[in-house]
């Protein structure tokens, strides 16, 4: 079981910068992938990045490539999306979400999901 706490989510002007932390339980964090996605109001939730269990591989959704960066330290069983450079459309609720294969894109394959953080960007 791994327990998912998202922080950092906030309301920021276009082209500022936001970093989210997702911190977990239990010991086998670092045998986990890790995902974030995010869910706009009357909207779909979507993938925005994921990290493989040891850092090494990650993948971004072409929406955020260039402006987002995910990250993990598993000595902290935390990880990290910083966000640069945001618009108004990245405002929504971000999840962070755990997967015991991967690091994967489609949210159905993800195990155990946080509570989801607001980020809202005012134009």
């Known amino acids: 079981q791994v327990q998912l706490v998202e922080s950092g989510g906030g309301l920021v002007q276009a082209g500022g910068s936001l970093r989210l932390s997702c911190a977990a339980s239990?010991?086998?964090?670092?045998?986990?992938?890790m995902g974030w996605f995010r869910q706009a109001p009357g909207k779909e939730r979507e993938f925005v990045a994921a990290?493989?269990?040891?850092?090494?591989?990650?993948y971004y959704a072409d929406s955020v490539k260039g402006r987002f960066t995910i990250s993990r330290d598993n000595a902290k069983n935390t990880v990290y999306l910083q966000m640069n450079s945001l618009k108004p459309e990245d405002t929504a609720v971000y999840y962070c979400a755990a997967d015991r294969g991967g690091p994967r894109v489609v949210a159905a394959t993800y195990d155990y999901w946080g509570q989801g953080t607001q980020v809202t960007v005012s134009s």
């Open positions: 990290i493989s269990w040891a850092g090494g591989n990650k």
């Open positions: 239990g010991r086998t964090f670092s045998s986990y992938a």
